[in-house]
């Protein structure tokens, strides 16, 4: 594409966008957290390949390893602007300040943690005014895809974003061909509290691999329900029916020997 076709094409957004601009002047949405200070989830690393955190309490990296727990408790909140291509407020949104703790130790106080490609927060803002019209999931998506869309366009990298909204949880999937990063986050749909997060990603050619689920959490909503005993263990129901199912035959099979034999 060459220079004369792009200018026309910026120009061309930017008067789009500008419009919209105006127009959401009035009605910026504001996303809020839908959990407390005090509240926590912990969660246990399944996989754990040249993954480092870094300690601030100590200013050393720890290496994190298959079984180690990772726990967040909520300090505080804060809001901050998200922000579209001309950089007007496209929505506000609430993210958490945490203190993080690896195996009971904490090493880090006070993080803000926001929408970082390599680093989803453990609670996302889901909540909303009641008389509001706005769905963050369904939001969310639109504003990343206003980056999306000019980059294709620009011909400049930037990470494609994609949420996947199911009935009780959202997947959250980031593919950076550029960084050479890929995401996949599971979170609970009604509670914005993440349950599955998996990091891939390709950094000086040493590949690099993060995956942790949900342990624990005060927030009962956001865990999976535990389905019932007989639920859960379902193929002893199927087990027991076909040998009552086999012995029924068998015994009405020798009953009509035995009445042929008369």
């Known amino acids: 594409m060459n220079l004369k076709k792009k200018v026309v094409y910026i120009l061309i957004i930017f008067s789009i966008l500008a419009s919209l601009g105006i127009q959401v002047v009035y009605a910026i949405p504001t996303f809020m957290l839908s959990v407390d200070e005090g509240d926590w989830a912990e969660y246990e690393v399944e996989t754990a390949q040249n993954y480092t955190m870094y300690n601030e309490i100590n200013e050393t990296y720890i290496k994190i390893r298959n079984g180690d727990k990772i ?56 909540k909303t005014k009641r008389d509001s019209y706005y769905y963050f999931w369904v939001d969310i998506d639109r504003y990343y895809q206003y980056w999306e869309n000019l980059s294709r366009i620009l011909d400049f990298p930037y990470p ?49 691999e993060f995956h942790m689920i949900i342990n624990d959490t005060n927030i009962k909503k956001a865990l999976l329900p535990t389905p019932p005993w007989y639920v859960e263990y379902w193929y002893l129901w199927v087990l027991t029916t076909l040998i009552v199912v086999f012995t029924i035959i068998k015994i009405k099979h020798r009953t009509r020997k035995k009445l042929k034999s008369y």
């Open 71 to 126: 726990k967040y408790v909520i300090k505080g909140k804060v809001y901050s602007a998200f922000r579209g291509p001309t950089g007007g407020e496209l929505c506000i949104l609430q993210y958490p300040i945490c203190d993080i703790y690896v195996n009971n130790n904490k090493i880090i106080e006070n993080e803000i943690l926001t929408l970082k490609k390599e680093s989803l927060p453990p609670f996302l803002p889901i």
């Open 160 to 208: 494609d974003y994609t949420f996947i909204v199911e009935k009780d949880i959202v997947t959250v999937k980031i593919e950076d061909k550029y960084d050479k990063i890929n995401v996949t986050a599971i979170y609970d749909k009604d509670t914005g509290v993440l349950r599955d997060f998996h990091l891939r990603k390709v950094e000086d050619e040493n590949y690099i």
